[in-house]
């Protein structure tokens, strides 16, 4: 089985400072990881993935996440939030052989103030 | 791009109707997915098709079933629509590994 903890339901952050959306994963094997972000009344936006390699990963809109095999993490990062940041980001996770379905975290809404 | 439409934004149907929500993809995608979502408990994914004609249950599959007549279109089907059914559904699509969502529809049902 495989899973994904979102640990955090808000995250809380002042325009201009580097902000973290954490997430931790569990998987019999190597994972896929990914990332999506949900802004309000729409579907969901692929941001960002790991598949292999390195264990820094850049993706759209200046974020990143880093990779922790033996934290099992795949935090999310931003050095500097912007207002329009503010959304739903979700963590999802598979794992890496054959075809598997994703499994999404619950999700933390990010909320970025002016 | 890869798009993937739905045929509504949001819909109301009564109790006990039958439901039926299109999605199409424009991407010659194998995989597609029909999710929902609920406030707390993220994305549960209902049914998945990896070809046409073939589909898999997923982890909430009751009440729902789906069709996928042709690669690009998934239906998925409400028989009797209830009232703890009211919900966002998503659907997406693949190729490998990441998945490309529709606009969702918010499905309420009275």
């Known amino acids: 089985a495989q899973s994904v903890a979102q640990p955090e339901d808000q995250v809380n952050v002042a325009e201009g400072n580097p902000l973290t959306v954490k997430c931790t994963y569990s998987?019999?094997?190597?994972?896929?990881l990914f990332w999506y972000v949900q802004y309000p009344n729409r579907g969901l936006q692929f941001l960002l993935k790991?598949?292999?390699?390195?264990?820094l990963v850049k993706g759209s809109y200046g974020f990143e996440a880093e990779f922790n095999k033996s934290q099992t993490s795949f935090h999310l990062k931003k050095p500097s939030a912007l207002v329009s940041d503010s959304a739903l980001y979700f963590c999802?996770?598979?794992?890496?052989?054959?075809?598997?379905?994703?499994?999404f975290g619950k999700g933390t809404m990010l909320l970025v103030s002016p | 791009d890869v798009k993937v439409t739905q045929s509504s934004r949001y819909l109301v149907k009564r109790t006990g109707e039958k439901v039926f929500l299109e999605c199409v993809q424009d991407?010659?995608?194998?995989?597609m997915f029909w999710y929902r979502q609920d406030p707390g408990l993220g994305l549960r994914l209902i049914y998945f098709?990896?070809?046409?004609?073939?589909?898999e249950k997923g982890d909430i599959p009751e009440g729902y079933s789906v069709s996928r007549e042709k690669k690009e279109r998934f239906s998925l089907i409400l028989e009797s629509a209830s009232t703890n059914q009211t919900s966002m559904y998503l659907c997406?699509?693949?190729?490998?590994?990441?998945?490309?969502f529709g606009p969702g529809t918010r499905l309420t049902v009275t």
């Open positions: 997406a699509s693949s190729l490998s590994s990441e998945q490309y």
């Open positions: 998987v019999s094997g190597n994972p896929y």
């Open positions: 790991y598949i292999t390699g390195d264990n």
């Open positions: 999802a996770v598979r794992v890496a052989r054959g075809y598997s379905t994703l499994t």
């Open positions: 991407m010659d995608h194998e995989n």
């Open positions: 098709s990896y070809d046409v004609k073939m589909k």
